[in-house]
């Protein structure tokens, strides 16, 4: 399957954006699918995970009560809903999905597929 980011921008803190990560060449509703983001000079970084069918999501503590991943297997897609931004939240985020669960699902090599990465920057 390959992966489509996009939805990101510019903002100030206390606004609101949605990433979209679309599937195509595959039928995303299969994989788990996560958001992970990478501030400028640091590593990549687990932000939220779904399951396939949606019923489970996870968040890093940092993002909790403002983010909400989720999706619409039917238009094979996945979406970070980010609210009340603020500027630690500047990052590029990428979506990845995989088939499978596992102890190491919110780190970075557990993902097969990997979408090109959208820009967030955040002003104060």
């Known amino acids: 399957v390959q992966l489509q980011a996009c939805g990101g921008g510019l903002v100030q803190a206390g606004d609101s954006l949605r990433l979209s990560c679309t599937g195509s060449?595959?039928?995303?509703?299969?994989?788990?699918v996560a958001w992970f983001r990478q501030p400028p000079g640091k590593d990549r970084e687990f932000v939220a995970l779904i399951s396939w069918s949606g019923g489970t999501t996870s968040y890093v503590d940092s993002v909790k009560g403002r983010f909400t991943i989720s999706r619409d297997n039917a238009k094979n897609t996945a979406y970070l809903q980010m609210n009340s931004l603020k500027p630690e939240d500047t990052a590029v985020y990428y979506c990845?999905?995989?088939?499978?669960?596992?102890?190491?699902?919110?780190?970075?090599?557990?993902?097969?597929?990997w979408g090109q990465g959208t820009q967030v920057t955040v002003s104060s």
């Open positions: 060449g595959g039928t995303l509703s299969k994989y788990y």
């Open positions: 990845a999905a995989d088939l499978a669960y596992g102890p190491a699902i919110r780190d970075v090599p557990h993902y097969d597929y």
